[in-house]
């Protein structure tokens, strides 16, 4: 476990959330705002994220009370342990977008933003910030530790720890992130549902959960939610993955990645359909990661929008509608008989369900890691975490991000493990 001597007292901490909502968000703030208070500090709640920040400048931007942030006070954390949503909001701004690598945290131009988020602090009077978000804002927070760690000796500095917050559960460093249970148990029940709805009309829903990078959350939808076949990310291996030349629009060299093969899923969707007619099953629920549509053709993504951080939205692209019609036309062409899909995106609607008590726990525990962090140990650039039974980790940002590109790294599920074997042994055998 990392120890570190305390360093200068804290006075001021402030508590940031980015990226989107969570279920136990308010237990993380209500418990990191409570803890801090009790041991004397002041806490001054950021409102969405880094927008206003990445804006301040003392003359023409300075920032405003109410607007872009609150002094916490005992009403504030009344029974918000347990509230839905995000008690300071939260935002997507990046003030660290045009930092590409290493070498551009010496460029005062890719810089100014991530310059201006730490004067926008210091105007605040704060000591230290809680970091809470995922792996895009723990990359935000890593180079804000960075910068401060070039400003002169001496210079007065905002002291940074991160807690993770991801529904996808795909972060290095942490077993679970909180609110997946929550997220979990939200779509599983969903999908029961449609599971009822498909088995009185003899039709198929196919179900794209979130889930970008990684495929935990399509899994576990899965599982408790008693689907009869779960495509994830990692499983764009042997025919359902295709090479595809990606020529840089930048001039440089092309490159081949491994894309999604959409006819082989296609197939895959209706050999599950015949299979199960066979058993005399005419009835069933298929589970995408929607993040499988990261990984289509370019051709079928070049003029998708994407958000601040450069991903493609995916909400836009409806890969669960897609593969639907597209099965529906296959399965008709193959036995001249007509089947209803139906696809759905689920999501959203979890994001902000009423957290399940094990992420109560979960997001209490980190919340006062987070004053632990500041203040007991005086760190500085870590992450709180948890292992076994709540234990408390405190990982340094270094051990997670990587050192020349400064990127986080994604947690796949491992192919063969107990998890995935879990997952893919409960579905329909083809």
Not at 113 to 130: F, I, K
Not at 306 to 315: I, K, M, N, P, T
Not at 350 to 376: E, I, M, T, W, Y
Request: proline letters at 4%.
């Amino acid at each position: 476990m990392t120890s570190a001597a305390p360093k200068t007292p804290m006075k001021r901490v402030g508590i940031l959330f980015s990226g989107g909502p969570a279920p136990a968000a308010n237990a993380v703030i209500s418990a990191a705002a409570s803890a801090l208070r009790r041991a004397g500090c002041e806490v001054v709640g950021i409102r969405h994220g880094y927008g206003a920040l990445q804006e301040y400048d003392a003359k023409t931007r300075p920032l405003v009370p109410e607007e872009d942030f609150h002094v916490l006070e005992d009403r504030d954390l009344w029974g918000l342990r347990h509230a839905r949503g995000v008690l300071v909001g939260t935002g997507r701004a990046n003030p660290g977008k045009p930092v590409k690598s290493a070498l551009d945290m010496n460029d005062p131009g890719r810089t100014d933003g991530l310059r201006r988020v730490v004067e926008g602090l210091l105007s605040l009077d704060l000591d230290g910030l809680v970091s809470i978000g995922g792996d895009d804002t723990l990359r935000t927070a890593n180079l804000l530790y960075l910068l401060q760690q070039k400003m002169p000796e001496g210079a007065r500095r905002v002291r940074i720890v991160h807690v993770p917050k991801t529904i996808d559960n795909d972060y290095r460093g942490i077993d679970f992130t909180f609110g997946f249970f929550t997220a979990v148990d939200f779509m599983a029940t969903e999908l029961l549902n449609l599971r009822a709805d498909a088995m009185a009309t003899s039709s198929y829903y196919i179900v794209e959960t979130m889930g970008r990078k990684a495929g935990w959350l399509a899994y576990g939808v899965a599982v408790a939610g008693e689907a009869h076949l779960v495509v994830g990310v990692e499983d764009v291996v042997g025919d359902l993955a295709v090479e595809e030349r990606i020529v840089d629009p930048d001039g440089g060299l092309p490159r081949v990645e491994t894309r999604l093969s959409l006819d082989r899923l296609t197939e895959r969707v209706v050999d599950l359909i015949v299979a199960r007619e066979k058993r005399g099953k005419r009835y069933g629920t298929v589970v995408l990661a929607e993040g499988l549509a990261e990984l289509l053709p370019e051709s079928l993504l070049k003029d998708v929008a994407r958000d601040e951080h450069g991903h493609v939205s995916l909400g836009r692209v409806n890969l669960g509608r897609m593969i639907a019609r597209d099965a529906a036309a296959r399965y008709e062409a193959r036995t001249g008989r007509a089947k209803k899909l139906t696809g759905v995106q689920l999501g959203y609607e979890s994001r902000c369900a009423p957290p399940h008590a094990f992420d109560v726990l979960l997001g209490s525990q980190l919340g006062v890691g987070a004053k632990n962090a500041l203040l007991d140990r005086g760190l500085d650039g870590h992450m709180v975490s948890v292992a076994g039974q709540l234990e408390l980790r405190y990982v340094p940002f270094a051990d997670l991000v990587n050192p020349a590109t400064l990127k986080t790294e994604v947690r796949f599920i491992e192919r063969g493990s107990d998890f995935h074997t879990l997952a893919t042994q409960l579905g329909t055998r083809l």
